[in-house]
């Protein structure tokens, strides 16, 4: 695999598990259905698995691309943490503004 591919997959897939807890209200991780709205702190629970896969899914890429994975610091992880933070920013918009937004215009419309 191509450094270059390895680096827009882990991108694409950072960004799908960051919204993924924001785009399904009544799912737990794709697979277990809920009976009610899925709470906040559940949300944030989610989204924290979801980062911990994608940050196992890029070392395991960088052993795979690289051969060795490079040691970080600090700073490092705090960037990564943030950019997962601003790649969530479209779904959570959507679940908890813009969704209200639409409902809203709906009922007046109709």
Known sequence: MNQNIAIYLLIATAFVL???PWLFE???????????????????????VYFSLS?????????????????????????????FMIFAFPGFIYRYNFRRYLCAAEKHSG
Do not use: C, H
């Not at 794709?30 to 899925?38: C, G, Q, T, V």
């Open 55 to 83: 940050v196992l899914f890029g070392y395991l890429l960088e052993k795979r691309v690289m051969g060795t994975v490079s040691p970080q610091d600090w700073e490092f992880w705090v960037t990564v943490f943030f950019m």
């Open 18 to 20: 960051a919204n993924l």
């Open 26 to 48: 009544r799912r737990l991780f794709l697979f277990i259905d809920l009976k009610r709205i899925k709470p906040f702190w559940l949300g944030l629970v989610e989204w924290g």
